[in-house]
């Protein structure tokens, strides 16, 4: 290969300015060529050939002073003219159409003492007065319209085919940004196991090397910081069990009540942040079974019988099955009515399920004291709240509701929420009927 086309290879941008090149120079060439033979008939129209010129004092004598109309409608028909003949009493034509109007008709040049060229429509005709007559020739229709057309459309024709070989070539050298946008589009949604094949070594191939190695370092990194944080976990439970078990040898008092209290904070959130690292890993596999949903909500429901605000439940009558994981989906009803509770001032909670398009939509209302919408893009990030002094009457650590998507989303549902500030808050799940299988994936790739 020389080092021309190794070049060409090699630069996209190059290919680029080359079919973008042979494009030009088409059109060019074809609207060349086009107007060249447009001026061509052109000419040819609006000239009278050097037969008739050299020749029309023959063609006269044919006809004759008086004029033999049988020869004139000979040489008429011979010479694929129209003759018209002329005099105070007659007036005569091969011709009945009689295409141009001789009478408008102007002087242009002298070919004999009675002969000269007149001009009408930029077209010349031969007009010779002998014997009392005048005699007019000219062409006897425009053939030359119907090439101008035929010339036009050919023209456009081939300028058509180029513009879509054009088309067609850089849409298959642009291929491979289809591939990109497509592994991006896997990798932001969490699948940093996808690479994007491709075995291209111009631009885009070292773009796709670049969102590969893009891919590696994040896909290490996340890597790394999960099993630090999930080490972490693991370490200090050996150190808060055995806080437990000399906290029981303690004699009771206020202080042993709040130190217990504050382990078991501090427990809990150990188990949020193994769990929300478990349903975040793309491994991560659920425990489904079958669950008749409204009444699996009802039962969870019934727990909190002692709020004093009130659980305002809605449930439909036609109860359905779906394929869930019930103990993490347990957890996502209870973190949502907890947090209801917590910020809920003691006023009534609205629980309320519904089915529709094989999709199960659960609502959990509250009219408490709400979120203030700058805060609600981030409200269901990790260790984010809304109350920044992160006080304990506050409750949580800013796990609760990023564990609630989280299970949402590995059962192929989605969380939403909306909250206004003094209003309350309106969180709504939806899971569908069986969360999503790993063939989804596979199909995913054969795309490719």
């Known amino acids: 290969m020389t080092p021309l086309l190794q070049h060409v290879k090699r630069s996209l941008f190059l290919r680029l300015l080359l079919i973008f090149g042979f494009t030009v120079i088409c059109f060019f060439l074809i609207i060349s060529i086009s107007l060249q033979t447009l001026n061509e008939d052109s000419g040819a129209i609006e000239t009278i050939p050097d037969f008739f010129t050299r020749n029309v004092e023959s063609i006269i004598e044919d006809i004759g002073t008086p004029p033999n109309l049988s020869n004139a409608m000979r040489l008429a028909e011979e010479l694929d003219w129209t003759i018209n ?102 990798i932001r949604r969490g699948d940093l196991s996808f690479r994007v094949k491709s075995n291209r070594q111009d631009e885009l191939g070292e773009l796709t090397e670049s969102i590969n190695h893009m891919a590696d370092s994040l896909q290490s990194m996340l890597e790394a910081k999960r099993q630090l944080l999930l080490a972490i976990s693991h370490e200090l439970r050996t150190p808060i069990t055995k806080a437990k078990l000399r906290m029981e040898f303690m004699p009771d008092s206020e202080e042993k009540e709040q130190l217990k209290e504050d382990i078991s904070e501090i427990d809990l959130l150990i188990s949020d942040l193994i769990e929300a690292e478990r349903l975040n890993n793309e491994h991560a596999v659920l425990t489904e079974e079958w669950v008749h949903f409204a009444e699996f909500v009802e039962g969870i429901c019934a727990t909190y019988q002692e709020y004093e605000g009130g659980i305002k439940l809605s449930i439909p009558e036609q109860d359905q099955e ?17 947090n209801a509770i917590r910020h809920g001032e003691n006023n009534p909670i609205t629980v309320r399920v519904n089915f529709r398009n094989e999709q199960a939509k659960l609502e959990v209302i509250d009219e408490g004291e709400g979120i ?51 209003k309350g808050t309106h969180i709504t799940v939806t899971l569908p009927r069986h969360p999503p299988r790993l063939e989804s994936d596979n199909e995913a790739d054969a795309d490719q």
Not at 131 to 141: K, N, T
Not at 328 to 338: E, G, P, Q, S, Y
């Open 372 to 422: 203030a919408a700058e805060h609600l893009p981030q409200i269901g990030e990790p260790f984010y709240r809304a109350d920044s002094s992160r006080q304990r009457n506050t409750g949580g650590f800013g796990l609760g509701l990023y564990l609630c998507r989280l299970i949402a989303q590995a059962h192929g549902g989605e969380l939403a929420i909306e909250s206004e500030l003094g």
């Open 85 to 186: 003949i002329r005099n105070p009493i007659m007036r005569w034509s091969s011709d009945p159409d009689n295409r141009l109007d001789v009478d408008s008709s102007t002087y242009n040049r002298t070919l004999t003492n009675d002969a000269e060229v007149r001009t009408i429509d930029s077209e010349d005709i031969i007009m010779v007065r002998r014997g009392g007559y005048d005699f007019y020739m000219y062409q006897r229709s425009r053939i030359e319209d119907t090439i101008n057309y035929v010339v036009l459309y050919v023209g456009m024709a081939l300028a058509a085919i180029v513009l879509f070989l054009n088309y067609f070539m850089v849409n298959k050298l642009l291929d491979p940004v289809r591939l990109l946008r497509r592994g991006a589009e896997r």
């Open 322 to 338: 779906f394929e869930i994981d019930r103990l993490r989906v347990r957890l996502l009803i209870t973190n949502l009515i907890n």
